[in-house]
């Protein structure tokens, strides 16, 4: 380790003291100064770790989740960063905080969730070290994030030229991600996917990826999951889906918390149960499962391995409040709120109350439009079938008036509507109805109301 | 009643900022009211020419579509449209859609893409975008002012014949410089404004669906219970207003 960074990581771990001193949770801080100092400081700091990034709009966070759980669950150790530091900073704090002084970090792998514009920064000083990317999928995000999906694909191409050598594991039923292969010229890619579809989902999705990224004509479908993925194939310049060596054939049940699959690894079938609620994380538990590949378990491990799998902050998180306590979801765009939506019209009684709440601060996305995009219409048809007296729809956070516009057009009854938005009032309202309840909620929602709910209930901890 | 009919032209291309939303605000407080509506989506290639609409809806797009788009729409769409707006039908044009709807959009490169030039404006390509919450006054949502979000890199500028269907209280607007918002033209309502639109703006909804209604002898239209459109409106409007 050269002086200049030994300095820095110095400097950096005496950043992190010191705010812990000062009761703040260390997240990015120690990362800016340190980069400040050596900016390629994570050539260093990564040099003896294998690096897992993980990138890609939707299920980032529970893609990285499961896959620390796989390499934990078999004896190898990782290190993680929290959701919330997904950016350069937050990468390289995570890195000083599991440091030693002289700069030493002792885990087998680092498991790091990109920002899809940040990747090209993280990557940028990793060209010399043992690295894989792993693309969940390419969505329409927050729209006034990067505009277009054709933006946030060439963020992460950007992403993956720093890094010419690394393995790439891409989801081969997005026709967007798997575009990676054609323009990086990485030659170690494996897919992961799912074979024949989903029952459930209508085709009458939003699809972000409606034209070919090559020719732009309509693409057509062999099958289809949700969203634009699928088995897609351009019947113009033959552009198609490539096989997936690790693949869901068929789900046999979709249950509240889990998935009960045939699953195969390079084309050796076997029966498995994916412990992830709803179908969006099938996919989640498939890009968990090629990493176990990847890190060279055998199938039998992987297979046992997706059985244990756990949820991360927000993802249908169990919270004791009142008598018989609430699940709390978090919501970021179109596509996963459909895909909770899908989940709800499923699982949701007229003995549950819903709680919706949006705020519009830039991590939520500041144009709250994407709400219409959402298609509440199935979840309104189910709940008048088994709606109940007693049944509430609460709406908070600073646009919550907007979501009961959407949900009053998507044929809600308004008379169940209950608008609050002090978070503590809105808490006690909720222990008293001694009824289960479903929030909703979009990111800085959820962590404002975690807050007050930790004063009247215990809370899993989560590195912010 | 009579059937109030309804195109979504390109709905699935121009679908980027949950513009669809405004179809299902004007056809709810449509049928709400009575009426029977009907949504017909019209997307690329051959129509039939005969169907008649009281309202065509056009929303805004990503750009790598909307490339797509301007090849279809003058081997098929643009003789027919300009004809419904010079023969008064009702149209509802956001971003994307507004744009279309001009002589011309000029690009950063400086290249002239001709576009439909059914309303005398044009549009030209500028850095940064204009993005957020946008407020602004039209006597067409009664007394209070619309709120919207806008997320738009040209700058539109309106010609002679043409006037705008709002003035700017906050945001950018048509271009940042003049004041302006949007633009009006026989029955025709542009707009920079998505969130979508119409559903917290019902004053104005009303207003469009009456330009459309004037055909089928409807002047007036019955009281809805908006107040929970309102509130969202006047939520915005303390917000960002
Ligand atoms: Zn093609």
Redesign the pocket.
């Known amino acids: 380790m050269g002086i200049r960074s030994s300095f820095a990581v110095m400097v950096g771990k005496a950043t992190a003291k010191l705010l812990h001193i000062m009761g703040k949770g260390a997240t990015s801080l120690p990362g800016v100064v340190t980069l400040k100092l050596c900016p390629n400081v994570l050539a260093t700091l990564a040099r003896d770790i294998k690096v897992i990034c993980v990138t890609g709009t939707n299920g980032k966070t529970t893609t990285c989740h499961a896959i620390a759980d796989i390499i934990s669950a078999n004896g190898y150790t990782c290190l993680t960063n929290s959701a919330g530091a997904n950016m350069i900073n937050g990468v390289v704090s995570c890195f000083m905080n599991a440091s030693s002084l002289t700069g030493k970090v002792k885990r087998d792998y680092a498991v790091l969730e990109c920002d899809e514009a940040s990747l090209r920064h993280i990557t940028k000083s990793m060209g010399s070290l043992d690295v894989t990317v792993v693309v969940t999928n390419v969505f329409r995000d927050q729209l006034d994030r990067y505009g277009e999906v054709l933006t946030t694909l060439d963020l992460i191409k950007q992403g993956l030229a720093h890094i010419p050598n690394a393995r790439l594991v891409l989801n081969a039923d997005c026709s967007l991600t798997s575009s990676l292969v054609e323009s990086t010229k990485h030659g170690d890619v494996l897919f992961f996917g799912v074979n024949g579809g989903f029952e459930s989902t209508s085709s009458s999705d939003i699809s972000d990826a409606v034209y ?1 990224i ?4 309509k693409y057509k479908y062999h099958s289809h999951t949700f969203g634009h993925l699928g088995d897609f194939y ?1 019947e ?4 198609h889906r490539q096989k997936p060596s690790v693949a869901v054939d068929e789900v046999t049940s979709f249950n509240a918390d889990s998935a009960d699959v045939l699953m195969s690894i390079d084309d050796k079938q076997y029966e498995a149960k994916i412990t992830l609620p709803g179908a969006y994380n099938i996919y989640n538990g498939l890009a968990a499962a090629a990493i176990g590949r990847v890190i060279g378990l055998d199938d039998k491990k992987i297979i046992a391995s997706m059985s244990s799998l756990t949820t991360p902050f927000g993802r249908m998180e169990h919270v004791a409040l009142g008598e018989k306590g609430v699940e709390m979801i978090l919501v970021k765009n179109p596509a996963g709120f459909n895909e909770v939506i899908s989940f709800l019209t499923k699982h949701c009684t007229g003995e549950d109350d819903i709680l919706f709440g949006l705020n519009d601060n830039s991590a939520d996305g500041t144009d709250v439009s994407w709400i219409w995009d959402v298609e509440f219409e199935k979840l309104g048809e189910r709940l008048r079938e088994v709606t109940t007296d007693s049944q509430t729809f609460f709406f908070t956070g600073k646009r919550g008036e907007d979501l009961q516009v959407r949900l009053k057009y998507a044929g809600f009854d308004t008379g169940k509507f209950k608008l609050e938005k002090d978070y503590r009032a809105l808490i006690q309202r909720l222990m008293g109805t001694g009824r289960h309840t479903y929030m909703v909620l979009s990111y800085t929602v959820m962590l404002g109301l975690r807050d007050k709910l930790a004063e009247v209930a215990p809370l899993k901890k989560y590195a912010r | 009643m009579d059937c109030i009919k309804i195109c979504h032209l390109y709905h699935d291309i121009l679908n980027l900022y949950g513009d669809t939303g405004n179809v299902v605000t004007m056809k709810k407080r449509l049928e709400w009211r009575g009426f029977e509506v009907s949504v017909t989506d019209l997307s690329f290639g051959e129509f039939d020419r005969n169907d008649k609409f009281d309202i065509i809806f056009i929303g805004g797009g990503q750009d790598f579509e909307q490339g797509i788009l301007t090849e279809d729409l003058f081997k098929y769409k643009a003789g027919w449209l300009t004809e419904q707006i010079e023969n008064d039908t009702t149209v509802l044009a956001i971003c994307g859609g507004y744009q279309m709807l001009g002589n011309y959009y000029i690009t950063d490169k400086g290249e002239d893409i001709k576009f439909l030039g059914a309303l005398d404006l044009y549009t030209k390509a500028s850095s940064p975008r204009m993005i957020g919450n946008i407020v602004y006054s039209t006597e067409l949502n009664g007394k209070m002012n619309v709120a919207a979000f806008e997320n738009h890199s040209g700058k539109t500028y309106l010609g002679k014949g043409i006037s705008p269907l709002g003035r700017v209280v906050k945001g950018f607007g048509n271009n940042g410089e003049d004041g302006t918002e949007g633009a009006r033209y026989k029955n025709v309502f542009a707009t920079y404004g998505h969130g979508p639109l119409l559903p917290k703006n019902p004053v104005l909804c009303d207003s469009i669906l009456l330009s459309a209604l004037k055909k089928h002898g409807v002047l007036e239209l019955s009281e809805l219970d908006d107040r929970i459109e309102t509130g969202a409106l006047k939520n915005a409007l303390t917000l960002y207003g």
């Open positions: 070919c090559r020719c732009k004509t351009c113009s310049c033959g552009y």
